[in-house]
């Protein structure tokens, strides 16, 4: 009740709103401790208590309160004596680990606090799923090797104090995810993670594609990154890190999203693409500089000069399937896209494709590479390719977002193309201009959003063709998408985490 010096001192006070707002700051503030109060803010959980040890500078406020961001909080329990709250504290800019504030409860005051720490719960998470069952995929041998140790010490902390499920296994040969994935129990998991690069999360869309129940799985089973891999993508689009811990505590908080996946077929055989399509200087910078790996994130950059000065063209033929041609219209598609963020029932609800066996793979519209071409397709000749970039998602490696347009289920994928007699100083310019942000508008670089295309190399005996940034056959391969066949976890649910158009 409000106090009779209150209302007196304000004579037009409102008594019930006085009372509703008394009960308010009740709901919200939890007085625990011999001195300390917890009380649900804006987008923290303050604290407040009068024994925080004195830090120099600062008012006296500001030495006794803590603000703990909702998105940093992993999980709250009371037991007999005491209410604890374990959360991310971020020690430096990349880097996270689990702490926890401890106070009493009074015996009298539990129900209360219950009341209160599922408010906490509830704030901390949103609509993400708590409690995650996560199945772990380690690969010891990808990027410098030091996938467990960084699991062991930065991730497994955090999934640990989130009260995640977690069940860890260590892939001991190449395609052996793609097996695991096969045989998952998808009614046990609602993630796997990749503690790798993006050669692991490949392998397991594929494992589930390979399925018999297909959709079902690829659309129940989220796919995630841990970053321990030299090419990282994945993490980069989705969690806007490469940090280990920080992807940790993002997948922790992450939220559902459908991922549109890409069908490719050579030859008689059909898989899976979750990232990237490439032939010509961008797929030989990457795979033909395997043996410089000590070089980092370099070696693409040592690769690409080389074939610069080189002026190496790629000829083929290639046909395309056209969604949006023109930059401007690209772009517009992209803002409404940006503002149109579907509901979380729309995220989770996915048809199975009503004409599929089993519930299997959606049939392909375009049929395979090796079948005559579709209709109102035409295979166009293109003597002096440069390069032939396709994008499922934005970034490609840490500064690098060569497709700024693309989105995780928008129902199509982004094409570059760009010629290879352009000037080395144009060329240089397009490289700078990746990082800069400015690559987009830049008037050699052809960009369309598209459906799917087939693209014949030819004139050339070998060569490379990069498919997730893994090494495939050089011979001729055909793509189509499909909306929101995958799922992810990202930390908007909507949208890849780069700067928008």
Request: charged letters at 20%.
């Amino acid at each position: 009740m409000p106090s009779e010096a209150s209302t007196i001192g304000d004579p037009f006070a409102d008594p019930i709103a006085e009372v509703a707002r008394a009960e308010a700051i009740t709901e919200t503030t939890l007085v625990v401790g011999r001195s300390a109060t917890l009380t649900l803010g804006t987008d923290s959980l303050i604290v407040l208590d009068e024994d925080f040890t004195k830090e120099e500078g600062g008012s006296q406020e500001s030495k006794n309160t803590r603000p703990i961001p909702f998105h940093n909080v992993l999980w709250a329990d009371i037991s007999e004596l005491s209410l604890t709250i374990w959360f991310a504290q971020q020690t430096s800019k990349d880097f996270v680990q689990p702490a926890l504030i401890s106070y009493s409860v009074e015996k009298t005051n539990r129900s209360t606090a219950k009341i209160w720490m599922s408010k906490l719960l509830d704030r901390a998470y949103g609509e993400s799923q708590r409690q995650k069952r996560i199945k772990v995929l380690i690969n010891p041998f990808g990027g410098k090797g030091n996938a467990q140790k960084l699991y062991s010490r930065d991730i497994e902390p955090i999934f640990t104090a989130a009260r995640s499920v977690i069940d860890v296994e260590r892939t001991q040969y190449q395609g052996h995810a793609v097996e695991i994935a096969e045989n998952l129990d998808v009614e046990a998991y609602d993630i796997v993670a990749c503690c790798s690069g993006d050669g692991l999360p490949h392998e397991v869309f594929n494992g589930l594609g390979n399925r018999k129940d297909a959709q079902k799985a690829l659309s129940k089973v989220a796919v995630v990154q841990l970053p321990c891999g030299t090419g990282n993508a994945m993490s980069w689009n989705l969690n806007g890190t490469g940090s280990p811990s920080l992807a940790a505590l993002y997948i922790v908080k992450g939220i559902q999203t459908p991922l549109d996946l890409v069908s490719i077929t050579q030859g008689n055989r059909r898989y899976l693409s979750f990232l990237s399509q490439s032939v010509g200087i961008v797929a030989e910078s990457d795979l033909a500089t395997e043996h410089l790996r000590w070089m980092g994130e370099h070696r693409f950059t040592y690769g690409f000069l080389l074939r610069l000065l080189r002026k190496t063209v790629y000829p083929c033929d290639l046909a395309v399937k056209v969604a949006i041609e023109d930059k401007q219209t690209i772009r517009q598609h992209y803002r409404q896209e940006m503002e149109n963020r579907p509901s979380p029932n729309k995220r989770r609800t996915r048809p199975t494709a009503p004409d599929s066996v089993d519930g299997g793979l959606p049939p392909l519209k375009f049929g395979m590479v090796g079948d005559e071409l579709p209709e109102g397709w035409e295979l166009v000749p293109y003597d002096t390719l440069g390069n032939f970039y396709v994008g499922n998602m934005a970034y490609m490696a840490p500064n690098a977002n060569f497709f700024p347009a693309a989105l995780p289920n928008d129902g199509t994928i982004d094409l570059v193309c760009i010629d290879g007699h352009i000037s080395r100083i144009t060329a240089l310019k397009s490289l700078a201009a990746v990082e800069s942000g400015t690559f987009y508008d830049m008037e050699h670089v052809s960009y369309r959003k598209v459906l799917g295309f087939r693209i014949i190399p030819r004139d050339q005996k070998t060569g490379y063709i990069s498919i997730d940034g893994e090494k495939v056959p050089f011979e001729p391969f055909q793509a189509e998408i499909h909306p929101g066949l995958g799922t992810v976890l990202s930390k908007s649910g909507h949208v890849y985490e780069t700067p928008g158009m």
